[in-house]
């Protein structure tokens, strides 16, 4: 109970809809009890010209109705009753609009508000966060999972009140006609319920076990849309269909239980309904064989019963979707409760414009148990250029992502200016780096739009000049759309070394004073290296640089050269004095002679 309603928050801020489409379903499960009660003077009065009988005391005006329709001529009371049925079915039609219209939008409400809570909550969350999930999984949350929500609160809410209000309604009918038989006819009802609560349970276990699934199918449909360039070379494609078919049939599989269950719960409840019903039949049958009890009354007090199976049938159905969407609220949920790693502080501070220095004092950092950084200090001027290189997975990475703050470390600080950076808002420390990594993270969208990320509303001519000094725009003035051509998804309209030259004239643009070059012409050919590190050295002037395992010019150029190994400085001076050393720097230096004729650094 506790898990529903924690997922009845997301109704919240549509309780005014809410209450006006239950305030519809009310009046329409009102008018199908009230059409069902047209049998009694109908098969009575109308059709038999008999007197309507009900063994029960009735209510003084409720008599005095009754005794109405008794005195009153069959004729005229089938031209009454003709003209009623008609106003009946018109409203009962009017309020049942309503109802699935407006409980429709609702869904469709909190489908969207849950979309976008989730996607803003994705935005706040650390790096960290990322790589513990797959993109596939969150994409599952963001759509199939919100989906189940709002079915079990637009469909399911629509019939757990509206079937609500029929049991109510229809077992108020029932004690009305005959008391003493509708309380034996209650008894009954608790068994009509049995296969719910024995589903229950099962079938929150296999939706959560299908939901899991899925978010396997939509793993993989990301990663080989996305690497299908790799899937190609290597001729994987069986392979990936295998995954993906196996994955699927799972997924299958687990839904076609859940379906199996949810199906079997309908003619279990409607059998045992029946059962009753067969029960109650034959004692009230009795009732109007010893003139107890009118035949109409008979009628509708069968009908009523009758009609409590239906609504017993549907929540049954209601219940189903509902744990299905207590799983996807769950999954949903651990997305909104994740508190990030990195947090702003509630009194950070603009940082103003760097003018002095970075910093690192007695800096460690580690990813859950394994050491990645330990003990690092080091400074560096505005204006200088330091490298940072070594061995494959030393942390050099790791260590520039912790100047935005993308990663805390676990110990230690970051100053800038003599500013603990974690006292610093985000948003004044990130606007005043400009980061090019390795893999150039580009948008579906115009190469304008790309190249002017982060800057709405810049002018054209300042985007072209960021692109003629990243020598982007030659390439892009032969686009067919020029400066407007869409790039598609992660730019994959381009070259490597066009994709570079764009995020370097995006770097441009926000003319940052410190600047992140991670490996960023590690992956390009001879020429396109040439062409980006031409870009690259106009757009490190007058800036503080940080280079992780650059080109060997700009690394010999560097004011001072870091060297990594074990998360450890094990070396630090400029290119000269380390090759005189002959440390790990000098052999790194000498294998990059050897195997690629002195053109970088391996990282």
Same mark, same amino acid.
């Given at each position: 109970?506790?898990?529903?309603?924690?997922?009845?928050?997301?109704?919240?801020?549509?309780?005014?809809?809410?209450?006006?489409?239950?305030?519809?379903?009310?009046?329409?499960?009102?008018?199908?009890?009230?059409?069902?009660?047209?049998?009694?003077?109908?098969?009575?009065?109308?059709?038999?010209?008999?007197?309507?009988?009900?063994?029960?005391?009735?209510?003084?005006?409720?008599?005095?109705?009754?005794?109405?329709?008794?005195?009153?001529?069959?004729?005229?009371?089938?031209?009454?009753?003709?003209?009623w049925v008609l106003v009946l079915f018109l409203l009962k039609g009017l309020f049942a609009f309503f109802?699935?219209y407006l409980m429709s939008d609702i869904g469709q409400r909190i489908s969207r508000d849950v979309r976008?809570?989730?996607?803003?909550?994705?935005?706040?969350?650390?790096?960290?966060?990322?790589?513990?999930?797959?993109?596939?999984?969150?994409?599952?949350?963001?759509?199939?999972?919100?989906?189940?929500?709002?079915?079990?609160?637009?469909?399911?809410?629509?019939?757990?009140?509206?079937?609500?209000?029929?049991?109510?309604?229809?077992?108020?009918?029932?004690?009305?006609?005959?008391?003493?038989?509708?309380?034996?006819?209650?008894?009954?009802?608790?068994?009509?319920?049995?296969?719910?609560?024995?589903?229950?349970?099962?079938?929150?276990?296999?939706?959560?076990?299908?939901?899991?699934?899925?978010?396997?199918?939509?793993?993989?449909?990301?990663?080989?849309?996305?690497?299908?360039?790799?899937?190609?070379?290597?001729?994987?494609?069986?392979?990936?269909?295998?995954?993906?078919?196996?994955?699927?049939?799972?997924?299958?599989?687990?839904?076609?239980?859940?379906? *199996?269950? /949810? +199906? &079997?719960?309908?003619?279990?409840?409607?059998?045992?309904?029946?059962? #009753?019903? $067969?029960? =109650?039949?034959?004692?009230?049958?009795?009732?109007?064989?010893?003139?107890?009890?009118?035949?109409?009354?008979?009628?509708?007090?069968?009908?009523?019963?009758?009609?409590?199976?239906?609504?017993?049938?549907?929540?049954?159905?209601?219940?189903?979707?509902?744990?299905?969407?207590?799983?996807?609220?769950?999954?949903?949920?651990?997305?909104?409760?994740?508190?990030?790693?990195?947090?702003?502080?509630?009194?950070?501070?603009?940082?103003?414009?760097?003018?002095?220095?970075?910093?690192?004092?007695?800096?460690?950092?580690?990813?859950?148990?394994?050491?990645?950084?330990?003990?690092?200090?080091?400074?560096?001027?505005?204006?200088?250029?330091?490298?940072?290189?070594?061995?494959?997975?030393?942390? *050099?990475? /790791? +260590? &520039?992502?912790?100047?935005?703050?993308?990663?805390?470390?676990?110990? #230690?600080? $970051?100053? =800038?200016?003599?500013?603990?950076?974690?006292?610093?808002?985000?948003?004044?420390?990130?606007?005043?780096?400009?980061?090019?990594?390795?893999?150039?993270?580009?948008?579906?969208?115009?190469?304008?739009?790309?190249?002017?990320?982060?800057?709405?509303?810049?002018?054209?001519?300042?985007?072209?000049?960021?692109?003629?000094?990243?020598?982007a725009d030659e390439f892009i003035s032969k686009m067919p759309q020029g400066y407007d051509t869409i790039?598609?998804?992660?730019?994959?309209?381009?070259?490597?070394?066009?994709?570079?030259?764009?995020?370097?004239?995006?770097?441009?643009?926000?003319?940052?004073?410190?600047?992140?070059?991670?490996?960023?012409?590690?992956?390009?050919?001879?020429?396109?290296?040439?062409?980006?590190?031409?870009? &690259?050295?106009?757009?490190?002037?007058?800036?503080?640089?940080?280079?992780?395992?650059?080109?060997?010019?700009?690394?010999?150029?560097?004011?001072?050269?870091?060297?990594?190994?074990?998360?450890?400085?094990?070396?630090?001076?400029?290119?000269?004095?380390?090759?005189?050393?002959?440390?790990?720097?000098?052999?790194?230096?000498?294998?990059?002679?050897?195997?690629?004729?002195?053109?970088?650094?391996?990282?």
């Amino acid at each position: 109970m506790k898990e529903y309603l924690r997922l009845l928050r997301f109704l919240k801020p549509h309780l005014g809809l809410f209450f006006i489409a239950a305030a519809c379903m009310a009046f329409s499960a009102l008018f199908d009890g009230i059409s069902l009660s047209m049998m009694v003077p109908l098969t009575d009065k109308v059709l038999t010209n008999k007197q309507i009988v009900i063994p029960a005391k009735l209510p003084p005006f409720a008599q005095s109705f009754i005794d109405l329709m008794n005195s009153t001529e069959p004729a005229k009371l089938l031209n009454i009753m003709a003209i009623w049925v008609l106003v009946l079915f018109l409203l009962k039609g009017l309020f049942a609009f309503f109802q699935s219209y407006l409980m429709s939008d609702i869904g469709q409400r909190i489908s969207r508000d849950v979309r976008s809570l989730l996607y803003q909550k994705l935005q706040t969350l650390s790096l960290d966060y990322f790589t513990q999930k797959r993109s596939g999984e969150l994409v599952s949350r963001i759509t199939h999972d919100v989906k189940l929500i709002e079915n079990a609160l637009s469909y399911g809410l629509t019939d757990l009140i509206y079937q609500g209000l029929q049991v109510v309604l229809f077992t108020f009918i029932i004690f009305f006609i005959y008391p003493k038989l509708a309380m034996v006819s209650l008894v009954l009802l608790p068994l009509i319920s049995l296969p719910i609560v024995m589903l229950s349970k099962a079938l929150r276990r296999l939706s959560k076990k299908s939901q899991e699934k899925m978010a396997d199918v939509t793993s993989i449909l990301s990663e080989t849309i996305f690497g299908n360039r790799i899937v190609k070379a290597f001729s994987m494609e069986k392979y990936e269909i295998d995954r993906f078919n196996r994955n699927n049939h799972d997924y299958y599989k687990f839904l076609m239980k859940s379906i *199996k269950r /949810t +199906l &079997i719960s309908g003619p279990a409840t409607e059998f045992i309904g029946a059962a #009753g019903g $067969i029960f =109650v039949f034959v004692w009230a049958g009795k009732e109007v064989i010893k003139g107890n009890l009118s035949f109409g009354v008979f009628g509708l007090f069968i009908g009523s019963l009758l009609s409590l199976v239906r609504p017993f049938k549907k929540l049954s159905q209601v219940n189903a979707l509902n744990q299905q969407a207590l799983a996807a609220g769950a999954r949903i949920y651990e997305v909104l409760d994740r508190q990030p790693t990195v947090a702003e502080k509630p009194n950070a501070i603009e940082l103003p414009p760097i003018k002095n220095s970075v910093a690192f004092e007695n800096v460690s950092f580690n990813y859950e148990d394994a050491t990645v950084l330990e003990d690092i200090s080091l400074k560096v001027r505005m204006g200088e250029v330091t490298a940072i290189v070594g061995p494959s997975g030393v942390g *050099k990475s /790791t +260590l &520039i992502d912790l100047i935005p703050r993308f990663y805390d470390p676990k110990s #230690g600080r $970051i100053l =800038v200016d003599g500013i603990d950076i974690k006292d610093i808002t985000f948003k004044s420390l990130r606007r005043q780096i400009g980061i090019v990594t390795q893999e150039t993270i580009l948008f579906n969208d115009t190469l304008r739009a790309n190249i002017a990320y982060g800057r709405p509303g810049t002018s054209l001519e300042d985007v072209r000049r960021a692109a003629k000094l990243s020598y982007a725009d030659e390439f892009i003035s032969k686009m067919p759309q020029g400066y407007d051509t869409i790039i598609g998804d992660r730019g994959l309209k381009l070259s490597g070394g066009e994709k570079q030259r764009i995020a370097i004239a995006r770097a441009l643009l926000k003319d940052p004073p410190i600047l992140i070059l991670d490996e960023a012409t590690s992956q390009l050919d001879t020429e396109s290296e040439h062409i980006v590190q031409m870009a &690259i050295d106009r757009l490190i002037q007058g800036r503080t640089v940080f280079v992780v395992a650059h080109r060997l010019s700009t690394v010999r150029m560097a004011n001072q050269i870091l060297v990594l190994d074990k998360g450890k400085i094990v070396e630090k001076g400029t290119h000269d004095e380390l090759l005189r050393k002959s440390g790990l720097y000098s052999r790194l230096y000498q294998i990059q002679e050897h195997t690629r004729g002195g053109a970088a650094i391996s990282a």
